[in-house]
């Protein structure tokens, strides 16, 4: 039987919430860092509740190809700008959208309730219900694949345009809401290119609009902005997607 183990994945702000959670459910936390050999690691926490994957989504193939074979049934997964291909060939991970923001030295940031699937769901709710971070628990795939698009178009829609415009996501809309759109919906067009599947375009735009009210004064554009438009665009130039709005961003960031 599985013990009352946790593997943490990357210490960084974001996995230390998760950490700081299960410690106060009476878990055992075992981190891994970029020095832990995690085959032996493996050998002692051989059948652990959770493997937590907490590191930067430029990292996680890199992460899940070293993966020890016992533990990649026990994942839950929370990068940004993740979608299923990302984690296949592994079984029935346990996911989340992260809807909270961590920075160094201040309490949690929530947004809106993040929404989390998969079998680990009710340890990961009730982890960070220790820590006051709200979650929601999804009742099928379906629906976790909306909320990763949802938090895709978030993310992607107030980088890129934020290039342009800079401020805050209550300014994007306000002020720049017809190029906003056009962003957007170009960030749609390309995760219904990634994920094979088409989407009610309202509803996201919608979704991704109550988070705004959640956190009106959040600043657009992070330091990966530059590096979102050019992952966005390399999948472009693979899928044989125009994206003219975020073509002519790139242009314009150029010169």
Not at 192 to 211: C, P
Request: with cysteine; glycine share 6%; net charge negative.
């Amino acid at each position: 039987m599985p013990k009352n183990e946790i593997v943490l994945i990357g210490i960084g702000e974001v996995g230390g919430v998760f950490a700081k959670g299960f410690l106060r459910l009476g878990f055992t936390v075992h981190p891994v860092t970029r020095e832990t050999d995690m085959d032996r690691l493996a050998q002692q926490v051989t059948q652990p509740e959770l493997v937590i994957v907490a590191v930067a989504e430029n990292d996680l193939n890199l992460v899940l190809n070293e993966l020890p074979d016992s533990w990649r049934s026990r994942l839950c997964l929370l990068q940004n700008e993740l979608l299923p291909d990302d984690w296949r060939g592994i079984p029935s991970p346990t996911v989340i959208s992260i809807w909270f923001e961590k920075k160094p030295g201040i309490d949690p940031k929530v947004i809106i309730p993040s929404p989390l699937f998969g079998p680990q769901s009710t340890h990961v709710s009730r982890a960070l219900d220790r820590v006051n971070i709200p979650t929601n628990i999804l009742l099928d795939e379906d629906e976790l694949l909306f909320q990763l698009v949802t938090k895709n178009l978030y993310i992607l829609t107030t980088n890129i345009a934020g290039l342009h415009t800079g401020g805050t996501v209550s300014e994007l809309w306000q002020s720049h809401q017809a190029f906003a759109k056009r962003v957007a919906e170009e960030v749609i067009c390309l995760q219904e290119a990634l994920t094979h599947r088409s989407f009610d375009k309202e509803r996201l735009i919608a979704a991704m609009l109550l988070a705004f009210e959640g956190d009106p004064d959040h600043r657009c554009m992070g330091r990966s902005a530059p590096a979102r438009l050019l992952r966005a665009l390399s999948h472009a130039d693979r899928l044989n997607l125009e994206l003219p709005q975020l073509r002519d961003l790139q242009r314009t960031a150029v010169e």
